[in-house]
């Protein structure tokens, strides 16, 4: 290539707005040109569906996370977007964004761009941004590690859903920000532009990074982003439940089953997102929460046809499939319904 390109890594905990952040975004004129990768823990993908109703296509690459079990994953599909972008087969792609998984290593991923000599030359340093939920973001920090090394990666440091946080745990939260990584800024989701979003890093990285191995990310020295390499740590402790409907859902088994896990499951519900048909409306319907909140669901505008299948997916710690699948059935003999659901 003749120039590098931009690389941004979108990270950020389970459920901290990267979604959102991102789509809002890619609406900007300055971002045309833009490849979005998509990386979700779990078999069923979501978030790419999300990005395609609000008009933007991205490659999703789902089933493990491109940190570690799926960098090979990552690695072609780059190349292979490179290709197509270079032979005219595609638009001329203008920069890459990543959007990890809510439990991916932004390390992992650096280092497996920069494994492959012929992908390290084609992009430039990367900008690590990560969003943080400023309601739960120190409960993340406190209870997963996963949380903790975003914010240490990151070089732009994202607070989201700051309209349903205290004044003082956003207070708290940027302090506690400030300690784990002071080379970082922190922007308010409002302030973020194509520009913070894209622009490549202040700190320079110290060294480019050895073969297969990931980063330390620390921020020890004085004027350089430390990038040395550690002892791969990355494991789960969390769970990816998926649901599949192939029938309009009833709103009041699908709100009641949603309320009965939250209320009395919702420590254990990290995450929680679907796209799903309601009723007899032909448009799709974005839902979210975790832990104890479901937010209402949100009507989307389909950019092209969809196949009518809702997808519901949770991300948990510490509960069972068979948990979920009995408060649904016994949701559907207090609300009786058909559905075709496997």
Same mark, same amino acid.
């Given at each position: ?30 971002? /045309? ?133 205290? /004044? ?93 896990? %939250? ?39 389909? %950019? ?12 948990? /710690? ?25």
């Amino acid at each position: 290539m003749d120039t590098r390109l931009p690389l941004t890594i979108l990270s950020g905990f389970l459920g901290s707005g990267k979604t959102t952040l991102l789509a809002r975004l890619l609406k900007r004129t300055e971002m /045309s040109g833009t490849a979005v990768l998509v990386n979700e823990f779990g078999e069923i993908g979501l978030d790419h569906l999300l990005l395609e109703a609000m008009g933007t296509e991205a490659q999703v690459m789902s089933g493990g996370c491109i940190c570690c079990t799926s960098q090979n994953e990552l690695r072609s599909t780059l190349r292979r977007l490179l290709r197509e972008s270079a032979s005219g087969t595609t638009p001329p792609i203008r920069r890459v964004v990543i959007e990890s998984s809510g439990v991916s290593d932004p390390g992992g991923i650096i280092a497996s761009v920069y494994s492959d000599h012929g992908l390290a030359s084609c992009f430039e340093p990367p900008t690590v941004v990560t969003a943080v939920d400023a309601s739960l973001g120190l409960h993340c920090l406190d209870q997963h590690d996963e949380a903790m090394r975003q914010v240490n990666m990151a070089d732009r440091l994202v607070l989201t859903k700051l309209d349903i946080a205290e /004044s003082g745990q956003v207070e708290q939260l940027r302090h506690r920000l400030l300690h784990l990584n002071g080379h970082a800024s922190i922007l308010a989701s409002q302030e973020v532009t194509p520009r913070t979003l894209c622009d490549p890093p202040d700190v320079p990285l110290a060294s480019t990074p050895p073969r297969d191995t990931p980063l330390c990310g620390c921020h020890e020295h004085a004027d350089q982003r430390c990038l040395q390499p550690v002892e791969a740590s990355h494991t789960h402790a969390f769970e990816s439940h998926g649901f599949v409907f192939e029938e309009p859902l009833d709103w009041d088994l699908l709100s009641n089953w949603l309320g009965t896990v %939250a209320f009395f499951h919702g420590p254990k519900v990290l995450r929680l997102k679907g796209l799903v048909f309601i009723d007899d409306d032909d448009a799709p319907y974005a839902i979210h929460g975790m832990r104890h909140l479901v937010h209402e669901p949100s009507r989307l505008s389909l %950019a092209r046809p969809s196949d009518g299948v809702s997808r519901i997916v949770f991300i948990t /710690s510490g509960l069972a499939r068979s948990t979920l699948e009995t408060a649904l059935e016994r949701t559907r003999q207090a609300l009786p319904t058909t559905l075709a659901t496997r």
